[in-house]
């Protein structure tokens, strides 16, 4: 069955760093696109970014210029590099793909992500 997990996540302060992996099994990896989605306490799920199976990101205009996200096919794992975290970026960051003709949905269970300010 497909699974993602991701991992990563902690507690830095405002202007710091992280790097967020999730590991996808089950999937043909290298011909899926990817994404990171972020929920914010009190709020709905939102993408942050996206890559295609042949690496194209795209970006939330919240992000951009801070954010990377990158995949490596031979590990079966996408990357998302958080740059200049703001408080605003707390939340839970997931991992999503869609898979087969119906795009069905798969999710990871999340890492937390809290920026003090």
């Known amino acids: 069955q497909v699974q993602l997990v991701e991992s990563g996540g902690d507690l830095v302060q405002a202007g710091g760093s992280l790097r967020l992996s999730c590991a996808a099994s089950g999937i043909i990896f290298s011909i899926s696109s990817m994404a990171w989605y972020c929920q914010a306490p009190g709020k709905q799920r939102e993408l942050v970014a996206t890559?295609?199976?042949?690496?194209?990101?795209t970006y939330a205009d919240s992000v951009k210029g801070r954010f990377a996200i990158s995949r490596d096919n031979a590990r079966n794992t996408v990357y998302l590099q958080m740059d200049s975290l703001k408080a605003e970026d707390t939340g839970v960051y997931y991992c999503?793909?869609?898979?087969?003709?119906?795009?069905?949905?798969?999710w990871g269970q999340g890492t937390q992500v809290t920026v003090s300010s």
């Open positions: 999503n793909t869609r898979q087969g003709l119906s795009r069905r949905e798969y």
């Open positions: 890559i295609t199976s042949s690496g194209t990101p």
